[in-house]
């Protein structure tokens, strides 16, 4: 669950970096919009402008990392559900130590572990997460298509 925390914690940095990265486009869209109708541009605009356009770039590359650490948590979340269900699978330690002395009672430990096993919580946590990060992946997609 550690995993999912991280997931959670990065989920929410990457949303704040799109939206500030947003904010900063929409802004640069008025001033550029302002100098295609002005007949001068003044120096000093021009200068705020082109580091405005310098820090959404910059920006744009943490955020282009924070989406390939989010989609490698998940990655990794997502073996760690795939190992617990793989684990339903055999038997444990002590499960093969009861079948030495009773096959039966060591299929029905395994049969009782299974059932208690909450994988369909556990699925719908990474599902949750993954369209938070499909949510943000859109947003920023169509910030981009608009610019």
């Known amino acids: 669950m550690a995993t999912l925390v991280n997931l959670d914690a ?8 799109v939206e500030q990265m947003r904010e900063k486009l929409d802004q640069s869209g008025i001033v550029l919009e ?9 120096q000093a605009d021009f200068d705020i402008e082109n580091a405005r356009i310098s820090d959404i770039l ?3 590359k943490v955020m282009e990392g924070n989406i390939a650490d989010l989609i490698i948590g998940l990655a990794d979340a997502t073996n760690v559900f795939g190992s ?8 444990t330690g002590w ?20 059932r208690h096993m909450s994988l369909a919580g ?4 990474l599902l949750g997460k993954s369209d938070k ?14 610019r």
């Open 10 to 17: 990065e989920i929410e940095k990457t949303r704040t970096t």
């Open 34 to 42: 302002e100098f295609a109708k002005s007949d001068t541009i003044g």
């Open 58 to 60: 910059n920006q744009q």
């Open 84 to 91: 617990e269900f793989e684990g339903m699978k055999s038997y």
């Open 95 to 114: 499960e093969k130590f009861i079948g030495i002395f009773s096959k039966q009672k060591m299929q029905s430990m395994r049969s009782e572990r299974v």
């Open 122 to 125: 556990n699925l719908q946590v």
């Open 133 to 146: 990060i499909v949510g943000i992946l859109q947003s920023q997609k169509d910030v981009l298509d608009s």
